[in-house]
Each structure stands twice: as structure tokens, then as C-alpha cells.
């Protein structure tokens, strides 16, 4: 048992969704289950640490019962969740790999392990190969075949972190590290430096006077479960989560080439090699160096910053994001790397929820909250009504909330907030709202939340059905993946794009990080096929309008510009966009 000490939000969240998971797994009931991940959900887009709450405080937060409030208090309190311990103990953790496996599933899993003691993907890949899972009930040759399939892909997933995971680690390791004495500098380099969707470990860089103190302030470190190796030049260590930690201090002559080297990517720093090589140089993490007669590194040209090494090499220095191989070098060797969108462009947000559907900010909030983040416009986009566990809107009820939305206007000036609506896109591509609604709206957003396993070919006939619709503004989470859980609906989303673009839709960069959709590859591929973007943060709570930095993290790397950015542009010409005018 840890002992007690003071749990963020996304800690007590992601172990009330392992509970929730693990239930699963023993069959129990489905309510009792979604009742787990709805208070997960709640906590995790809490503002203020519900740790610090009184038992009363928990109860209101909806979606807490007693049962989940003591849960909560078990863990602050002792460290430990009784429940989740035992379950821990029961069920084989490998479980929760053969579940994310596609054509699998929670129920399918339970009944994998019940009948041939499944208990991993390793048990799965062999039982498959055996032929044995096509003789299972409900299961067949195809769903053998599909799953067989699935397993790369779930392996592919394993041992990363979404950025936000990460950066939950890194904010408090951070802090602590550079505390230690004799620190000039830090920076976590690596994919994580690059913005990644996904962290596969840290890779931390230290320039300090003594190497010492910094490496015994990691070992030394709370969250430290493991040191795996420890010298003057390099500490390694694994975390609680799983997270390894790969510390290094280099000197200051050289800390901008061991930038450089460690924040990759690879294929990035393949390339920059190879151009140094063209100058007769060599680049390592030590610096750039000129060749002896010998062929051995002779005296170094550049290393102290990462812009000098660039430099050196004729490059424009080249933003973290873009390093990775795609075409940045020769962008950088011609001058003609891209303006990058950054935060401070952003004008606005066009996609959040609110209490009229599933949201847990008022209006009021989440206006405010927008307000406070400098937002010159912003979009109320509630869920239609075929969500209806989200308590989406019809007609009426949007008549109702535009209704309060005119009161709220009459005192407020500071911020325009458009009239918006996430429509859900039902099977046969239509919308979940009349016409006459949806050419009064300001915004129409359209998704996909049902039947997520259509062929490619009717998924992409559904989609494109739906772009055509005149009223329809953005296209939100395109693919419906969400990461390390689920890959998107199989479409063709080139065809998706040329539609998008043809009719004036923008697709939707959702930046919750759970999301992340379009991520970083697909969205290039939309703005080279002329789309429009919306980065938009799908927030259901106020915290969750800070997400918004995650989006702008993955359009950089998708080499997005202001320009191709719907919400950055001013008012007037936002709205003529939509209107399609
Ligand atoms: P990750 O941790 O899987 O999310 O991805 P990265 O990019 O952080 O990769 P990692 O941790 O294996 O290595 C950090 C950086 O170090 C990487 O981006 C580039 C550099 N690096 C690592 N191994 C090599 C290598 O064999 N050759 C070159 N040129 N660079 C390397
Ligand atoms: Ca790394
Ligand atoms: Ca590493
Ligand atoms: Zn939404």
C-alpha cells in the first residue's frame, strides 16, 4: 500500500476508470460499470482537487454516489481503493490488453478467459493460430480472422502515454529536478518536446555545475519506483504509471547539439546528418565538428544552441514540431518554413458543451470562462437529440436555450456567442435536426456517435452525404479514434476531404486529448487538399477549454498556418464562412 498523499484529479480518475474496467471483465452489471467511468469523466474535468473536497462536496458532484464517494476517500485517505485491490488480484491485468483488441470487447474477453483461460495477447495470438477461438460461441472464422488481425494493432498501442498522461508527470518532476542545486538549465526533450499525440518515455537533459545533486533529486524522487541505473553522465529511472525517465547532463558547449540529438526525431536527425556529411562535417550529440585528415571529429563549429547548429548547416533553425522528416530540412534549407499557428492566434472556440446537454459548466461558465482566455467569439454546441444520455436538444429545447441565450446576451458584450449545435450524423447520413433549425443556427457541427462499424465504403457515403447538407459548417472528430483505446470508423478520408472541401466544411483538429482527431498525418493531408480547420476543444467543462494547447501542439505538426484556421480569423470573416457566403 502507497501511503497517503495528495492525488490530482487525473490520478483518482484513471483508477476509477481501472475499476470500471476491471468490473467489466467479471461480467458485472453494465450500469454499475458506466456509473465508474461517468464519476471518472466528472473528476477528471473537476476544477478545483477533489481530493481537497469535504464528503458532502464529493456527493454533489454529479455522477457521485456514496459508493464512489467512499471509493474517493478510501484512496486519499489509505492510498488504496479495497475494491480495485481485489479485483487486481483476480482479474489477470493482460485482460485489459485483449479487450482493446478490435472484434473483442469487454464481454468477449470475459468469456476468452472463462473458456480457454485467456489471459493476454500472447494466450489470444496462440488460441487464435490453433483455430480454437472460430469454435467458441459467437465467435467464427471471421471474427478469428479479424481478431488475429487486431493484435498488432493493440501491441502498436502499448506502453504509451497520451501527451496529457505525460504531461502530468512531467509538471512535478520538472519542479523537483530543478530545484536541485547547481541546475542551469533543463529540458525534456524527446516526442514529447515534438508535441507527439502519444509519449513513449522521457527523455530529460540537465545542464548543471555538479551532476550530482540533480541526479540523486531523481532518484530520490516521490513517483520513482524503480532507478534502473545511475552514473555521473546518466540516471534511468521507471515511474509509478510505467513511464521511464532517461536523465542526462551534458556541458554547456555542447548542450545545444545534445538538444538537438534528443529531441530527434530520428529520422530527423538522420537527415541533418546527412547534410553535415554533405559539408564535410560531422554532427553528433556532442556538436558539429570538421573532419581531421584523419576522418576523426576535429574542432567543433557549433553545439552551444540548437539555432547555432542549424546555422552551421544553412538551415533556418526549425521548430520542434515539425522534426520529422517531412520535408522541414529542404523547407528550412529554402526559406520556407511556415508561419505556425500558435495559441495567441486563436480567436475563439467553436465547439463546447454546457448543461443543456452533457456539459458540466452553465452557460454562464463557460462564456465566462472563455472571456477569461481572450476569446473574441465562441460557439454553444450542445448535442442533438439522438444522444439522448446526454440530454441532447430537439427543436423545442434548443427554442428553449436560445430563449436563455438572448437574456444572457442582453448582458453581456464582451464576447460574440454564436448559436451552435453538434448534429449527429444518423446511419443513412442525414442530420438529427429539421432543416428550418439548421438554417437558423450560426454554426452546424456534425459527428458521428453511432454505428461505428459500417463498411468503409457506406462510413464514407454516410460522411460525404452529410457534407453536402448546405447548412453544415464543420466536420468535428473526424475519425472517432480515441487514443490508446480505440482506432476511428474505417473510412476513406481523402474522399471525406474533397468533399469537405468542395462544399466549405471545415474539419474539426478536436484538441481534447483523448482525441486528438484529425491527428497530426491526416490533418496535413486535409489542408493539401484545400479544407478549412476548426481547432476546437469539444470542452465539457471549463477546465477542459484549456485542452486547447494540445490542439495547437498537433496543428503545428501538421504545418498549419493562422490562415487555415477558421477560429483565428476576425468575426466578419468567420461568419461569412459559415453563412457560405
Ligand atoms: P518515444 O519516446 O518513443 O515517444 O519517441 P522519441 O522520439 O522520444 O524517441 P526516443 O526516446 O527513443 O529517443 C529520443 C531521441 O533520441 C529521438 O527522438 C532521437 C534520438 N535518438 C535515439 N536513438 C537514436 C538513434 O539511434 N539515432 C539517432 N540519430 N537518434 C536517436
Ligand atoms: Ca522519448
Ligand atoms: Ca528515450
Ligand atoms: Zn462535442
Given at each position: 500500500m502507497s501511503p497517503p498523499r495528495r492525488y490530482g484529479n487525473d490520478e483518482i480518475a484513471l483508477r476509477l476508470e481501472r475499476l470500471a474496467d476491471l468490473l467489466e471483465l467479471t461480467g458485472a452489471n453494465p450500469f454499475r460499470v458506466r456509473a465508474y467511468r461517468t464519476a471518472a469523466e466528472t473528476i477528471a474535468a473537476?476544477?478545483?482537487?477533489?481530493?481537497?473536497?469535504?464528503p458532502e462536496g464529493l456527493l454533489a458532484l454529479k455522477g457521485v454516489g456514496k459508493d464512489l464517494a467512499q471509493a474517493v476517500r478510501d484512496l486519499v485517505e489509505h492510498g488504496e481503493i479495497p475494491q480495485l485491490t481485489e479485483l487486481e488480484r483476480e482479474v489477470p491485468v493482460g485482460l485489459l490488453d485483449v479487450k482493446r483488441v478490435p472484434g473483442v470487447g469487454p464481454k468477449r474477453a470475459a468469456a476468452l478467459w472463462q473458456a480457454l483461460g485467456v489471459t493476454g495477447l500472447d494466450d489470444l495470438e496462440r488460441e487464435g493460430r490453433a483455430g480454437r477461438l472460430a469454435g467458441l460461441a459467437g465467435f467464427g472464422e471471421k471474427s478469428q480472422a479479424k481478431i488475429l488481425a487486431g493484435i498488432e494493432r493493440v501491441r502498436a498501442h502499448q506502453g504509451r502515454l497520451r501527451l496529457v498522461d505525460a504531461e502530468a508527470a512531467v509538471v512535478p518532476l520538472v519542479a523537483a529536478l530543478e530545484e536541485a542545486p547547481g541546475v542551469v538549465r533543463l529540458d525534456v526533450a524527446g516526442s514529447y518536446r515534438r508535441g507527439r499525440e502519444t509519449v513513449g518515455d522521457l527523455d530529460v537533459l540537465v545542464e548543471a555545475n555538479d551532476p550530482e545533486p540533480v541526479m540523486a533529486a531523481l532518484r530520490d524522487y516521490h513517483g520513482v519506483a524503480e532507478v534502473q541505473g545511475t552514473g555521473p553522465a546518466k540516471t534511468s529511472v521507471v515511474l509509478a504509471g510505467g513511464l521511464q525517465v532517461d536523465l542526462r547532463v551534458v556541458e554547456r558547449e555542447a548542450y545545444g547539439a545534445a538538444l538537438l540529438y534528443f529531441t530527434g526525431s530520428k529520422a530527423h536527425n538522420v537527415e541533418l546528418r546527412s547534410r553535415a556529411a554533405e559539408r564535410g562535417l560531422r554532427l553528433s550529440e556532442y556538436g558539429l565538428f570538421e573532419l581531421g585528415d584523419d576522418g576523426e571529429p576535429g574542432r567543433r563549429v557549433a553545439g552551444a544552441t540548437e539555432g547555432e547548429v542549424y546555422r552551421a548547416l544553412d538551415l533556418e533553425p526549425i521548430p520542434v514540431e515539425l522534426r520529422e522528416a517531412r520535408g522541414e530540412i529542404e523547407a528550412a534549407a529554402a526559406g520556407t518554413l511556415p508561419r505556425l499557428l500558435t495559441h495567441?492566434?486563436?480567436?475563439?472556440?467553436l465547439h463546447l458543451h454546457t448543461t443543456w446537454s452533457d456539459g458540466l459548466g452553465s452557460v454562464a461558465e463557460m462564456v465566462a470562462a472563455c472571456e477569461a482566455r481572450g476569446y473574441a467569439y465562441m460557439a454553444i454546441t450542445d448535442h442533438s437529440q439522438a444522444l439522448r444520455m446526454t440530454g441532447g436538444l430537439d427543436a423545442e429545447k434548443l427554442a428553449r436555450q436560445w430563449e436563455a441565450l438572448d437574456a444572457f446576451a442582453a448582458e453581456h458584450d464582451g464576447i460574440t456567442v454564436l448559436r451552435g449545435l453538434e448534429v449527429d450524423i444518423r446511419k443513412d447520413g442525414?442530420?438529427?435536426?429539421d432543416d428550418e433549425w439548421l438554417a437558423r443556427l450560426d454554426v452546424v457541427i456534425v459527428s458521428v456517435h453511432s454505428f461505428f462499424d459500417l463498411s468503409p465504403v457506406a462510413q464514407t457515403a454516410r460522411i460525404v452525404a452529410a457534407l453536402g447538407h448546405p447548412e453544415v459548417n464543420v466536420l468535428a472528430h473526424p475519425t472517432g479514434r480515441v487514443l490508446a483505446r480505440r482506432d476511428g470508423y474505417e473510412l476513406d478520408l481523402d474522399e471525406v476531404f474533397a468533399a469537405a472541401a468542395a462544399h466549405r466544411v471545415a474539419v474539426e483538429l478536436n484538441a481534447a486529448p483523448s482525441r486528438l482527431d484529425l491527428g497530426d498525418v491526416p490533418l496535413m493531408r486535409a489542408l493539401a487538399a484545400g479544407c478549412q480547420v476548426a481547432v476546437n476543444?469539444?470542452?465539457?467543462?471549463?477546465?477542459?477549454?484549456?485542452?486547447m494547447r494540445f490542439g495547437v501542439l498537433t496543428a503545428r505538426r501538421a504545418w498549419a498556418t493562422p490562415e487555415h484556421v477558421i477560429n483565428t480569423w476576425p468575426l466578419d470573416r468567420l461568419k461569412a464562412f459559415l453563412a457560405k457566403a
Open positions: 473537476h476544477d478545483v482537487r477533489v481530493a481537497d473536497l469535504p495567441e492566434d486563436l480567436r475563439g472556440d442525414t442530420l438529427d435536426l476543444t469539444d470542452a465539457h467543462a471549463v477546465a477542459g477549454l484549456d485542452d
